[in-house]
């Protein structure tokens, strides 16, 4: 072991998309970090595939948006929109699922579609060439200890005794849902068990494809089966054409060499198709949630913190919320203008924010679709099936308007007394404190997302210079990054209703009014936790 630990600010165990994006993210604010990852070699298991509007804003400002899409494996001009069947993938009885283009106007980047080991591939690279970052390719954590001003942590060279301590201000768990970190520094976790075994399957299949041609621009689709109580059977495109993979409720007792897959396959398609497997894996099905993601100097985030099933493709994209959230809080306590309660926001804001997804949308949707495969059944009562069936198709998109993770209730923002942080909300073009900005057009025609700083951001619109300067002066006295961008309220940035704009780095609004009434240097203090 080396007789001087390297030094960091931040060490960040687990070196997948979370915590490469969490790496990166702090690299661009010129703070170091050790990445510690126990594979160097990447596993082309399919998952978190599916990447929203607001994680390819991520990818924007982390500068590889245009990357992540030259990797797509299904083409953009395919589609990538979702469709719930009935019985089985060929019924008569389907509907769109999941159209993440309603909330378009809302974001500045389109949505996305790539498998998470092609997603991580992408940020490795970009990783790998940034100054401020050291990965520890197949090393793991051994041991972590905490001390006054910092954390040391042991790491463990895989598969050697070689062991090296490195120290830094502070540690970051982004190591999976067995997470290392979670467990040793003693973090409880609330587990909401289904009981459920589950199958995860990856196969080539062209015919497969062909026999989905009736579905243009379809690359996921979730199958309603009679007997499984809600559970779905859940297929997604890997890569165009050819390889597919697919989740499914299996019996108690299943393993990969005692049940007939491809049988399950066929029944669920509704017709035979020829395939080859490549990977066959069995997992539980259970909801987790931490009961803290903080712990003096260590937190933790993405699958370490929650952990869920892959229903609705909300795994990976809280992730990347997670760290974007919490990395501008670290840069602001490292450099010394963050206010003493600001890291603490950090499980203030986000772990209400997994638990109403959760509850409000993943569990939901389970039981709904149970009650509506054991309420109507077309063998039974075949109009009031179809009836039914049309009220959930023209209600599909319910959940995408109103899936919208905000910080209302949060200390440092300017929300409503009675508010809370939740995944639950609604898209607006309204400035509202604790929600992500809607993008509007400048005069100049860039977006504002574009003229966005790297700390907090003052939209000033018509507002009264001298208030603005109030806003300036007591900025630079706290020591906070202030970017000041001036505009007019006209051509659709009358929608924001406000004239001042306040916006976090994670592009959140954390106060939005006129240039009269509260003191610039109170509103300051609160949206950094009271210097």
Known sequence: MSSKPQQFDVIIVGGGPVGLGLAIDLAQRNITSAVVE?????????????????????????????????????????????????????SDYTYDWLQRDVVRPFYYTDN??????????????????????????????????????????????????????????????????????????????????????????????????????????KSYFKVLKPGLDGYWQFYGRVTMGETWFFHAPVPAGTTPENFDFKALLHDSVGTDFELE??????????????DDYKKGRVFIGGDAAHSHPPYGGYGINSGFEDI???????????????????????????????????????????????????????????????????????????????????????????????????????????????????PQLSSSGESFFEKLGAGFTLFSLDANPEYVERFVNAAAVLDIPLTVVTDTKSNGREDYEASLILVRPDQFVAWAGSDTGIDPDAILKKIIGDK
């Open 324 to 438: 974007r959230n919490l990395s501008w809080k670290l840069e602001a306590t490292i450099k010394g203008w963050g206010g003493d309660k600001l890291l603490s926001t950090y499980d203030e804001e986000r772990r209400p924010v997994f638990a109403s997804t959760a509850k409000d949308f993943i569990e939901k949707s389970i039981i709904s679709d149970s009650e509506f495969v054991n309420k109507y059944d077309p063998k039974r009562n075949l109009s009031e099936f179809e009836e039914a069936w049309a009220s959930s198709g023209s209600g599909a998109s319910g959940d995408v308007h109103s899936f919208e993770p905000n910080y209302e209730g949060s200390s440092i923002v300017f929300g409503h007394d009675d508010a809370i942080c939740s995944a639950k909300g609604s898209h607006e073009y309204k400035a509202r404190a604790g929600h992500h900005l809607t």
């Open 277 to 290: 497997f490549e990977h066959i894996g069995i997992w539980d099905l259970r909801i987790c949630i931490a």
């Open 112 to 217: 996305g579609r790539l498998p998470q080991y092609a997603t991580e591939a992408v940020m490795r690279k970009r990783a790998e060439s940034m100054d401020e970052i050291k990965i520890f390719y197949d090393w793991s954590g051994h041991n972590i200890e905490e001390t006054d001003d910092g954390v040391t942590a042991i790491i463990q060279e895989r598969d050697t005794d070689n062991q090296q301590e490195i120290e830094a201000k502070y540690l970051v768990g982004c190591d999976g849902s067995r997470s290392f970190v979670r467990e040793h520094v003693g973090m409880t976790q609330t587990k909401l068990d289904h009981d459920k075994l589950m199958v995860l399957l990856v196969f080539r299949s062209t015919e497969l494809h062909d026999l989905l041609e009736r579905y243009p621009g």
């Open 38 to 90: 126990k594979y160097g070699t990447l596993h082309n298991i399919p998952k978190g595939q599916n990447l929203t509007q607001r994680t390819m804003e991520h990818f924007y400002f982390w500068g590889i948006e245009k990357e992540i899409r030259q990797a797509f494996t299904v083409p953009e001009s395919f589609g990538i929109g979702g469709l719930t069947a009935y019985g089985s993938l060929l």
